[in-house]
């Protein structure tokens, strides 16, 4: 059993099913999140490059601050538009 910690801060816990992962990313829209810290852009860039590789197509989208969630319409365009996503979080 995996067990998930949510960071939020929620006075009762979600339950959320897990997601299955893809078989292969070749021709899949991956989102990378920036969350505006600090290097997390060059990680990302990093990512970025891997990701091509594999045949994913890149979408790239940023916080407007690390210090609160992503506005309702980042999110919204986020999970129209790509198959997955990864957030970066880097100082």
Same mark, same amino acid.
Not at 27 to 32: F, Y
């Given at each position: 059993m995996t067990t998930i910690l949510d960071p939020?801060?929620?006075t009762?816990?979600?339950q959320r099913e897990r997601v299955g992962r893809p078989e292969s990313l070749n021709?899949?829209? =991956?989102?990378?999140l920036d969350i505006s810290k600090p290097r997390g852009n060059v990680f990302l860039d990093? =990512?970025?490059e891997k990701l091509s590789a594999l045949g994913a197509s890149v979408k790239r989208y940023s916080k407007p601050t690390f210090?609160?969630?992503a506005? =309702?319409?980042?999110r919204h365009e986020i999970a129209t538009s790509c198959d997955? =996503?990864?957030e970066a979080l880097a100082d």
């Open positions: 939020s801060d929620e009762a816990i979600a021709g899949l829209t =991956v989102g990378l990093r =990512v970025e210090a609160k969630p506005p =309702v319409d980042l997955a =996503v990864i």
